[in-house]
Nanobody
Framework: QVQLVESGGGSVQAGGSLRLSCVAS????????MAWFRQAPGKEREFVAAISWRGATTTFADSVKGRFTISRDSAKNTAYLQMNSLKPEDTAVYFC?????????????????WGQGTQVTVSS
């Protein structure tokens, strides 16, 4: 497992942008699929985006396609979530996750390491 620490959350107006970062400890970062999930108040945690261990494959929830991008920098042991054209419904705590995922990128059970979360608030 790796330890994950997110940063970059904050408050922004609708239409604005934020970039979340997730720094992983350990030397095996490059072999893990990295993902972002989010949980809004009173709702279940949901998948947002994932990037494969080589970065060749990315997957997004329909609700964020075309607005969010995910990337990784193995030299920095860091994964990023660039969020553009933010909407009030994007308000949530965003969690970074890591796992040795082969098939189901969108399932929470595929990931074995989780960060503590970072709050994103989008006002209208």
């Amino acid at each position: 497992q790796v330890q994950l620490v997110e940063s970059g959350g904050g408050s922004v107006q609708a239409g604005g942008s934020l970039r979340l970062s997730c720094v992983a400890s350990g030397r095996t970062f490059s072999i893990y699929t990295m993902a972002w999930f989010r949980q809004a108040p009173g709702k279940e945690r949901e998948f947002v985006a994932a990037i494969s261990w080589r970065g060749a494959t990315t997957t997004f929830a329909d609700s964020v396609k075309g607005r969010f991008t995910i990337s990784r920098d193995s030299a920095k042991n860091t994964a990023y979530l660039q969020m553009n054209s933010l909407k009030p419904e994007d308000t949530a705590v965003y969690f970074c996750a890591a796992g040795l995922v082969r098939y189901d990128f969108g399932a929470e059970a595929s990931y074995t390491s989780w960060g503590q979360g970072t709050q994103v608030t989008v006002s209208s």
